[in-house]
């Protein structure tokens, strides 16, 4: 189901309360722990803030966010817009700072070496996930930013009554944090591999591509004229 959504961005909230549990049945939050844990599912913003937007700290619930499977993570983002950061507030900035100096960090290693406290490094990291410019290991870490702190603890011990495994929902939990890397889209034979990678997954996700289909998807994409002009073999139907 995600190879088949992949790179379609909805509200941060929608994936776990909407998406996927109407499409897979008896839907487990567990499924995407392990998938994301294992590395093979990532979360992440691929669409940029609009412009003149100010600096982005609302609710990360209504942030467009996708999953993409980590093998296409780089076609993906090499078709994204890139992004400016410089409207980051100072605890967002010096966490972006961190990051890109020491790398993937988990939660703890961020609080013990910025000094900031719990709080205050879990708005920024959620400021830093507006923005697109970070992500978790696990899909732990957007859900924790979803739900209030004082509910995370009751939604975790609900969950395991209703369900053989446990949802996480804390940020210690989340794995490492990182920034995104974001491969910057190659000429010729590169970006002919991104463009008809997005082809096929909307074939998938939609069985016939049309002009009026792709208002559903991101700005961003290649025209789908010139996109399926990649993959169609000379001569055949189109």
């Known amino acids: 189901m995600i190879s088949q959504l992949e790179g379609f961005e909805v509200p941060a909230t929608a994936w776990e309360t909407e998406i996927l549990p109407a499409r897979i049945g008896g839907y487990d939050p567990a499924w995407l722990d392990e998938l994301s844990f294992a590395g093979r599912v990532v979360w992440l913003r691929l669409s940029a803030p609009g ?31 890139t992004r400016e950061a410089s409207a980051l507030s100072a605890r967002a ?22 000094g900031l406290l719990p709080a205050q490094i879990e708005e920024a990291l959620a400021e830093l996930t507006a923005y697109g410019l970070i992500n978790a290991d696990g899909f732990v870490g957007l859900r924790a930013l979803l739900v209030p702190s004082n509910r995370r603890r009751a939604a975790g011990t609900s969950s395991q009554k209703r369900r053989r495994r446990t949802a996480l929902f804390g940020f210690e939990d989340a794995g490492r944090w990182a920034l995104v890397r974001r491969h910057a889209g190659p000429a010729d034979h590169g970006q002919d591999d991104s463009i008809e990678q997005v082809v096929r997954t909307l074939l998938k996700r939609y069985g016939v591509v049309f002009w009026r289909l792709m208002e559903r998807e991101a700005i961003w994409l290649p025209p789908v004229a010139a996109a399926t002009a990649r993959i169609t073999p000379p001569g055949s139907a189109r």
């Open 51 to 81: 412009a003149g937007v100010e600096r982005v700290c609302g609710p990360v619930r209504t942030t467009p966010i996708a999953l993409v499977t980590r093998r296409n993570l780089a076609r993906w983002t090499s078709l994204s817009p």
């Open 93 to 114: 900035a010096e966490i972006a700072t961190f990051l890109g100096q020491h790398g993937a960090s988990f939660f703890d290693e961020i609080v013990g070496a910025t």
